[in-house]
């Protein structure tokens, strides 16, 4: 039998158990978690992609609207889901007043819906050859003046052979080049000239009145104030921007002719 102090001695022999040893990880593990973020990254790229196909505009053809109207060539674009955008306006001697003349992408390219097509639009012609407005009637004249896109906005009247209303003279002259939105003057026949019947000691002026121009017509009297007093002797409307002349006269020394024009006092003189 061992001793007690032996047994003790065996005993506090025995090895002390050390550190748990670690193992190292398996590489498999490492493998498969960078597969799992790869993959990851991967689906999240896909559905970002696939968001932004899903919202991005899709592309479209640039359609032919040369020589379309306007209003017409918006709709074509739109129908594109393109946006019409007039750039600049351009005089044409071909393509008429409010016509595309042409596009910007050119037709037929293609491009991203949403897109800005740039239109360049007519105005008509720059110039127009002055046509010969004699011997017609002063309305048919204004409205020739308007198809070419000239403005009949001032009329000067006289006495003449020709029928009343009829144009016996314009400015500029036929047939020379005039730029589109030139002001034309027409001369117009206030038929042929009466005859007046001179009275001894009467005195006779012819007054010539100007209007100004407007929208409205405006309406004129002349008033004679000789010997027989304050007389009417003329009242008319007449249009705006035309010019005329009256012959008026009294009796007396001292004759004096006042022209009105809406009520207002705008010529006063006496007659020589």
């Given at each position: 039998m061992r001793r007690p102090d032996e047994e003790f001695a065996f005993i506090a022999r025995?090895?002390?158990?050390?550190?748990?040893?670690?193992?190292?990880?398996?590489?498999?593990?490492?493998?498969?978690?960078?597969?799992?973020?790869?993959?990851?990254?991967?689906?999240?790229i896909y559905l970002g992609f696939v968001a932004w196909e899903q919202s991005a505009p899709g592309e479209a053809t640039v359609p032919n609207v040369v020589g379309v109207q306007l209003d017409a060539a918006r709709t074509m674009l739109a129908n594109k889901q393109l946006i019409a955008e007039v750039g600049a306006y351009r005089s044409s001697d071909t393509v008429p007043k409010d016509y595309v003349i042409r596009t910007d992408p050119?037709?037929?390219?293609?491009?991203?819906?949403?897109?800005?097509?740039?239109l360049v639009v007519s105005t008509g012609r720059g110039y127009?050859?002055?046509?010969?407005?004699?011997?017609m009637p002063a309305e048919k004249a204004s409205a020739i003046c308007d198809e070419e896109g000239l403005r009949a906005t001032r009329r000067t009247y006289k006495f003449d052979s020709a029928p009343q209303g009829y144009v016996i003279g314009q400015s500029p002259e036929a047939k020379t080049?005039?730029?589109?939105?030139?002001e034309v003057v027409l001369m117009v026949s206030r038929g042929p000239e009466p005859e007046v019947r001179l009275?001894?000691?009467?005195?006779?002026?012819?007054?010539?009145?100007?209007?100004?121009?407007?929208?409205?017509?405006?309406?004129?009297?002349?008033?004679?104030?000789?010997?027989?007093?304050?007389?009417?002797?003329?009242?008319?409307?007449?249009?705006?921007?035309?010019?005329?002349a009256e012959r008026v006269g009294g009796e007396g020394q001292d004759v004096e002719v006042r022209v009105y024009v809406d009520g207002d006092l705008t010529k006063q003189m006496t007659l020589p």
């Amino acid at each position: 039998m061992r001793r007690p102090d032996e047994e003790f001695a065996f005993i506090a022999r025995r090895p002390r158990p050390g550190p748990p040893v670690k193992m190292p990880p398996s590489p498999v593990w490492g493998l498969l978690a960078w597969l799992v973020v790869v993959a990851a990254l991967v689906g999240v790229i896909y559905l970002g992609f696939v968001a932004w196909e899903q919202s991005a505009p899709g592309e479209a053809t640039v359609p032919n609207v040369v020589g379309v109207q306007l209003d017409a060539a918006r709709t074509m674009l739109a129908n594109k889901q393109l946006i019409a955008e007039v750039g600049a306006y351009r005089s044409s001697d071909t393509v008429p007043k409010d016509y595309v003349i042409r596009t910007d992408p050119n037709p037929g390219k293609v491009v991203k819906q949403g897109r800005a097509v740039r239109l360049v639009v007519s105005t008509g012609r720059g110039y127009v050859t002055m046509p010969d407005l004699r011997e017609m009637p002063a309305e048919k004249a204004s409205a020739i003046c308007d198809e070419e896109g000239l403005r009949a906005t001032r009329r000067t009247y006289k006495f003449d052979s020709a029928p009343q209303g009829y144009v016996i003279g314009q400015s500029p002259e036929a047939k020379t080049h005039v730029r589109v939105g030139t002001e034309v003057v027409l001369m117009v026949s206030r038929g042929p000239e009466p005859e007046v019947r001179l009275e001894p000691g009467h005195k006779y002026a012819d007054v010539t009145i100007s209007l100004p121009s407007g929208a409205e017509r405006r309406h004129v009297e002349i008033v004679v104030v000789d010997d027989n007093g304050s007389n009417v002797v003329y009242s008319a409307w007449r249009d705006p921007g035309s010019s005329f002349a009256e012959r008026v006269g009294g009796e007396g020394q001292d004759v004096e002719v006042r022209v009105y024009v809406d009520g207002d006092l705008t010529k006063q003189m006496t007659l020589p």
